[in-house]
């Protein structure tokens, strides 16, 4: 059914309408820099954060204004998770699963402890929660699964435990689903508040982010870099690529590695006490099992984000609105009268493995796809690769998976719809 839409209603953002994101750098291009970073986002920020910490000089570049991309439009949920859990990820990678996954949970610790400020440099204001999740059958078919999953974690001593149907309106005001999992270690921030919070604590540490300015090719010079941007040319000692879904023909080979995907949200107006009360009694992030998966949670200022997609044809932002808010009032029927004040969309990368990557492109250290659930892992990688360029760690353990290209992926406007068509299938069982 078509949206009900308030009178204020705007296709932009809730996140970045509520905030003023820091200035980029309006300083001149500098002629040669210890690291070279493409992609202002949460993972190229993290890392000119902990490079310019250690003392190398850094520049940031990133062709749109800053705060504009992904990390200022996703949900706000921080997981600690991998597309799968630590048996399946056992069974297919043995002792490197172990590795990977505690680099998750890694990733989730960083980001509690740069919020809170552990490292004496002052926290970011971003309204963090540790809110845990809700993960939600979808079908009778997924409860055995679910049950399966609670029990796999709970082995490895984390809190996480199984919620059956007859206890789920204690989690969650809806009668959708079948059974539920809990996840403590899982919170939820305002995105482009701690985006911003994260340039400010690199600039502040003295590397140059420079916005609106695109990088149009990287190319070796002997032992450096030369970066060629729309402003000018930059020879960079290291270059490490953190354009996740944005990929573009400046990293061509990189390009091929990851697959844009849409992903769209809605907001709410703001909600009486009582109603959001009603939606989310515990306030956890919550997501549903399908492909096509469903996520939404309610906001600081308690509104309903409400996101997922119908599938992986392109469409435009009214087209997803229409879809998301029909499928919130399934959920929700309470919601009923309730406008959508937001309604914005955006690029998520996927691998063919559906797991994050690290690696290196002649010579050019990159991460990338982390599939949707990039706040905390995209963030620690970024990190991460600051310490390697470094010297303070060697590479994550995601940096020995083979980075396979998606198969035809100049095709991929004539085959999605029909992975589209299977995964809508597979969906409804």
């Known amino acids: 059914m078509p949206a009900l839409l308030a009178p204020t209603y705007s296709e932009t953002g809730l996140w970045q309408a509520q905030m003023t994101p820091p200035p980029g750098s309006r300083e001149a291009l500098p002629t040669k820099v210890d690291v070279a970073i493409v992609g202002a986002g949460l993972c190229g920020l993290a890392a000119a954060d902990t490079l310019a910490v250690a003392g190398r000089s850094v520049v940031v570049f990133d062709r749109e204004p800053l705060c504009w991309g992904a990390s200022s439009r996703n949900g706000g949920m921080v997981i600690p998770e991998l597309k799968a859990g630590p048996a399946s990820l056992e069974q297919h990678y043995g002792e490197l699963a172990q590795r990977m996954y505690a680099e998750a949970n890694d990733a989730f610790d960083f980001i509690e402890a740069t919020i809170a400020g552990d490292d004496g440099r002052g926290g970011i204001e971003c309204n963090y929660q540790r809110s845990g999740q809700l993960y939600l059958a979808h079908t009778r078919s997924h409860v055995g699964e679910l049950r399966e999953q ?141 492909n096509f998966l469903f996520y939404w949670r309610l906001t600081p200022d308690r509104r309903l984000a409400f996101g997922g997609r119908r599938s992986l044809d392109p469409v435009d932002v009214p087209e997803a609105r229409d879809f998301l808010y029909d499928a919130m009032l399934r959920i929700h029927p309470q919601l009923a009268g309730t406008a959508v004040e937001y309604a914005w969309g955006g690029n998520v990368a996927i691998t063919l493995d559906r797991l ?71 969906d409804r069982r």
């Open 150 to 290: 609670a029990a796999e974690h709970a082995a490895l001593g984390e809190a996480v435990r199984f919620v059956p149907a007859s206890r789920l309106s204690e989690e969650i005001g809806s009668e959708a689903f079948f059974g539920g999992v809990v996840f403590e270690r899982t919170g939820g921030l305002h995105p482009a508040r701690f985006h911003a919070g994260l340039a400010s604590r690199a600039m502040t540490a003295g590397a140059q982010v420079i916005d609106r300015t695109g990088v149009t090719g990287l190319s070796r010079r002997g032992v450096s870099h030369r970066v060629e941007t729309t402003r000018g040319t930059v020879e960079a000692a290291d270059v490490i690529v953190a354009t996740n879904a944005y990929a573009d023909g400046a990293t061509p080979a990189l390009k091929h590695k990851v697959l844009p995907v849409g992903s769209y949200i809605i907001a709410t107006e703001v909600l009486p006490e009582e109603l959001a009360h009603s939606i989310s009694p515990t306030g956890r992030m919550m997501v549903d099992t399908k």
């Open 356 to 426: 994050p990557h690290v690696g290196r492109i002649d010579g050019a250290w990159y991460a990338t796809g982390c599939n949707g659930s990039g706040v905390a892992m995209n963030t620690w990688l970024g990190h991460r690769l600051g310490e390697v360029l470094t010297g303070q760690a060697p590479p994550p353990a995601l940096a020995e998976l083979k980075h396979r290209n998606v198969p035809l992926s100049s095709w991929r406007h004539a085959y999605l719809p029909l992975v589209s068509r299977w995964f809508d299938v597979q």
